[in-house]
Each structure stands twice: as C-alpha cells, then as structure tokens.
C-alpha cells in the first residue's frame, strides 16, 4: 500500500512537471526545428486485438463483450486534434493482422504530442468501450489509453510506458496494453488486449528520430544504421535503442532527462541481463523480437510439432485451433505472453513428425522414442541449438506408451491426441478446452508448478475424499479440474489453494537434467 501511495504521489507530481515546466519548455521550442531533414509525421499502428473474457463454462464458453456473438471491434486514434476510425472487424474475438494504421503531419517545433487510444465494440444497442488498462474504475472514461509521444527520442510516456519508470511497473509491457491489469480476470469488465506502436518518420529510416542520432548517440542522422552492433554485444542499435531509453529527471532543474540504459557504442553484457526475469537474456529477447518477444514484459515460447495422419485413416495428432487460443488467452491475461510455434511461423523450427501407433517413452528416457523426437525435431542434432534455452517443447503424438501426457524433461512434454479424443466425447466435456488443459498441465510441469496438489491421483472424482480436499485449488494441475477449465490457480481462496501465477519459475526450463 506504501508503495502504492508513493507510486501515485510521484505519477501526480510528474504530471504536474509536465503541465508546468513541459509545458514552458515546449513554448521555448516554438522556433527549434526539431528534425531539420523532414517534415515531421507521427503513425500510430495497430497490431494486434484479443478479447481476453472467455470463461470455462465447459461445452457453453461465454464471450462477454457481446453476448449475441463475437465482438465487432473497431479502433479510434486520436493525435493531437485530428480523430481516426478503424473499419469494423465484425464478429471476432481475435485480430492478428489489421493492417491498419493512423498517420497526421505534426508541428516540428513542438516537442510533445498527445495521443489517445480507444477500443470499440459496435452495437445496434450502442457502441461501448473495452478496457485495455489498470483504470481501477466503472466508468467507460477510464478506458480511454492517454499518451504523451516525443519527437525527440520517440518513445512514449502515460498510460503506458517503458519500464523503468519512476512511478511504477507497466505489468502488461511497452507496446502492449492488457485490460485484466486491474484484476479483473474472472470478472465481466469487457478486458481486452492490444499490441501497437507509434513512430516518426526520419530521413534515413532506420527509425532512430534525428534528435536521439544527434544528440544521444552521435550517429548520422543521414545514415541508415539498421543492423549495426559497433560495440558488439550481440544486439544492434535499433533494439538498444527502443528497449534501452530511460526517462530519467533533473531535480535541480526541475525537468525530464532523455536518457538511454543501453549505449550502442558501448559493449554491455546482454547475454546475463534479463529485466523482465523470464528467463530470456536479452540477446535471445532480440533473436525472438521476430516472433513478438517483449523484453519489458514476460515471453512463454513453447515449440510444438504434431504427429501426420495414419495411412489407414487414424485421425491427424493436431492441436485444435480453438485450444490454442485458450492457450494464448489464459496466460496472456496474466501477462506472461504466449508464443506458440506450430509452424506457422516464418523461419518456424516445427516439423510434422511421421505417424506411428505407438510412441514410447521409459522414465529413464534410454531407447524412447520421445527423446528421439525431442532429438531430432527440436534440436535438429545440435545439443547446444539455441532454441533449447528459450522454448519449451510440448510435442503432440498419436498416442504415447506411457499416459496420454507427461513431462519427459525440465524443458519437454507429450499430450496423445487418441487418448484425449477419447475423454473429449464425454458430453459434459469441450474437445478445445480437453486438449488446451492436458497442453497447460504438462507445460505447468516445465514451469516448476509442484506443491500437494499437483497430480494428486486421488482427486479426480467427487467420490475420492482428496477431491474435496483440494476443490479450493482450482487449476489445472489440480487432476479435480482437468479437462474442465484452461487456467492455473492464483492462491486467493484461501486453505489448500496455491498461487500457481505467482510460484512458477520460467528459467526452470533450462535446467539440465533428463
């Protein structure tokens, strides 16, 4: 509560800098020309929308941002006093790629620009806002995304923000917006999320604005520098620079200081730095940042390859579509972002796998067909394949020996598609939700999630006593929920419940161990 208090003292005293000092040093700008080589632009792109309110009523999940059908989403952009509008994307609770984006010429002598995002879901009954922050609030004002870009060193400040900052944590990361960041995860509070960005146009298009070039990182703002990694640590300058700024302040001056933790032209030892802890050093962060990966927030990649069809008319061993958008939805919520590689990637590592009835597995792993897998599709042969330290590996069989799911490793594990075809005909049961809880369970393994309640084998029916026992633990580690419900328990209802969100350690993977 302390550092709430503090956190929001110091957030009312900045915005206080802002209107105040900002705002005189902004009028001493009026005849700075703040890129003299173009004609200044600012685009803010939308790239991506989930609806983040799916609850796990079994065969009847509910989306409750429209309780007639999927969501219609729109967005509107606001830069400084020119308004834009999306087109409807009707009746989706997923938009991967909108291509959309809004674009206003700005004055070059003002050093601030004020933007607000807002996401709409239209209706006949009236169109309403969705929430996409920490507002804390009931009223649809309180979900208006207010930000502050600067054309100096184009990054942004506001409703989000890049961490550090002196007013807190963003918990949903830089470029990301999460509507659950109030808490709000199993309520009605129309939560989405949204991925985007906002940047100027510069005369060489490497996308570093030319005050920064000029005055922070003495390069040449008439030279594209993309790629370049003079100090050579592993990452270049177009990701120390986006990842890296810090908005620091003078309190002599009583004003903000552009400054940036990471310096291009300075070795610094991003292969042991991980701010966001999730066990992605930030040379890897970079290798990823083609797939999404955000190093002010926490990545969960996880590499799947599914078995072929059978020559006799075995069904194919695919993961629904529909499971791994609760997949995505579940832990996204939480703000651990899911990455899931099917091989719909480009440059994706995932293989179809040859089918076979029957894939074994010893707990020694000695002569398992699994480790064969695991050999052969995910490290291509190479022990030291990078991708090892940053995916996990959850491969997707016909059937296996052993069980229809397992970890067979600190970092792999199996789900049988014939075994769970099978649970999933039960009429109280979804097929999506049965193959996206067996897929979270085996990789809550691979994450460290153990306490008493995990695959307890006397829980799985109301009839054995520790079903009762552990009915507060409500997740899928529990065997009481599995099949029911896609999500890990957060420890808030008290005796025999665990905070599965807040216990699991993301490096565990990368342990070494068989």
């Known amino acids: 509560m302390i550092k709430k208090i503090i956190g929001l003292f110091l957030a009312t005293l900045f915005l206080f800098m802002t209107m105040s000092t900002t705002t005189a040093n902004l009028n001493s700008l009026d005849l700075e020309d703040i890129d003299p080589l173009v004609d200044l632009s600012i685009?803010?792109?939308?790239?991506?929308?989930?609806?983040?309110?799916?609850?796990?009523?079994g065969i009847f999940p509910i989306d409750k941002i429209d309780l007639f059908s999927d969501?219609?989403?729109?967005?509107?952009?606001?830069?400084?006093d020119g308004e834009f509008t999306s087109p409807v994307w009707e009746n989706t609770k997923y938009v991967y790629d909108p291509q959309w984006s809004a674009t206003l010429d700005v004055p070059d002598d003002k050093e601030f620009v004020n933007i607000t995002i807002q996401l709409w879901d239209s209706n006949p009954q009236g169109d309403r806002l969705c929430d996409l922050s920490d507002n804390y609030g009931s009223l649809d004002e309180t979900h208006d995304i207010d930000l502050s870009y600067n054309l100096k060193t184009g990054h942004w400040s506001g409703d989000d923000w890049l961490n550090p900052f002196w007013g807190g944590i963003d918990p949903s990361g830089y470029g990301r917006l999460n509507g659950c960041d109030d808490n709000s995860y199993y309520q009605n509070?129309?939560?989405?999320?949204?991925w985007f960005d906002i940047y100027q146009n510069d005369f060489d298009g490497d996308g570093i604005p030319y005050w920064t070039e000029v005055n922070a990182f003495n390069t040449d703002p008439t030279v594209d520098n993309t790629g370049d990694d003079a100090d050579k640590d592993g990452v270049p300058i177009e990701w120390e620079y986006k990842w890296g700024y810090f908005l620091n302040i003078d309190w002599e001056n009583f004003s903000w200081i552009h400054d940036w933790k990471y310096d291009p032209l300075v070795w610094e030892d991003h292969e042991n730095m991980d701010d966001d802890e999730d066990g992605l050093d930030n040379v890897e962060e970079y290798l990823t940042s083609q797939w999404g990966s955000n190093p002010s927030c926490k990545d969960l990649f996880v590499?799947?390859?599914?078995?072929?069809?059978?020559?006799n008319g075995e069904a194919a061993s695919l993961l629904p579509e529909g499971s791994k958008e609760l997949l995505r939805t579940a832990y996204n919520k939480h703000n651990l972002v899911y990455h899931l590689d099917d091989g719909s990637w480009e440059d994706s590592g995932s293989e179809m796998i040859p089918f076979d009835t029957e894939t074994t597995m010893s707990w020694g792993n000695q002569n398992s067909e699994l480790m064969e897998i695991y050999?052969?599709?995910?490290?291509?042969?190479?022990?030291?394949?990078?991708?090892?330290?940053?995916?996990?590996?959850?491969?997707?069989?016909?059937?296996?020996?052993?069980?229809?799911?397992n970890a067979f490793g600190s970092n792999r594990y199996q789900i049988s598609s014939n075994g769970l075809s099978e649970k999933a005909k039960l009429p109280y049961l979804n097929r999506d939700i049965v193959f996206a809880s067996a897929y979270m369970h085996e990789c809550g393994h691979t994450l460290n999630i153990y306490n008493p309640g995990v695959d307890d084998q006397n829980s799985k029916f109301p009839w054995q006593l520790n079903w009762w026992k552990w009915r507060p633990y409500k997740s899928v580690m529990n065997y009481g929920y599995m099949f029911l419900m896609v999500d890990y328990s957060d420890g808030s209802r008290g005796l025999n419940d665990f905070d599965d969100w807040h216990d699991m350690d993301l490096t565990f993977f990368d342990i070494d161990f068989p």
């Open 71 to 80: 969501p219609d989403f729109y967005v509107k952009v606001i830069i400084n």
């Open 43 to 57: 685009t803010v792109e939308i790239k991506q929308i989930r609806s983040l309110e799916k609850t796990d009523l």
């Open 375 to 405: 050999d052969e599709y995910f490290l291509h042969g190479d022990p030291d394949n990078w991708r090892r330290g940053v995916f996990h590996y959850g491969v997707l069989v016909y059937q296996c020996s052993v069980a229809n799911g």
């Open 303 to 311: 590499e799947l390859d599914q078995m072929e069809a059978g020559p």
């Open 189 to 194: 509070n129309r939560d989405c999320e949204l």
